[in-house]
């Protein structure tokens, strides 16, 4: 994402759904949760993530590989928070 739009237009999410049970992901399946099914049978009813990532406090990870692959601190900064701030400062004001 950030080769195609530029590091000061990424940032990460932090929407995790880490200890939920098969009931959670069965609701997020579905219009307004109780609707019609959103999702094909078979079709997401197993939630993944990366290598690495699949707790929030594993997000250290995640900026030891933007290290490791060489990106400058101010990057990482951007993509960890930065970015977000500063949209949510420009919608929000000060």
Known sequence: MVNLLGEDNVGIGTDFTQDQGDDFFEYLRHDKGYSRRLVPKG?????????????????PNLTAAME???????????????????????????
């Open 43 to 59: 079709v997401g009813d197993i939630p993944t993530t990366a290598q690495g990532l699949k707790k929030i406090s594993d997000f």
């Open 68 to 94: 490791r692959r060489g990106w400058p601190e101010g990057r990482i900064v951007k993509i960890m928070g930065g970015n977000w701030m500063r949209v949510l400062k420009e919608a929000w004001g000060e």
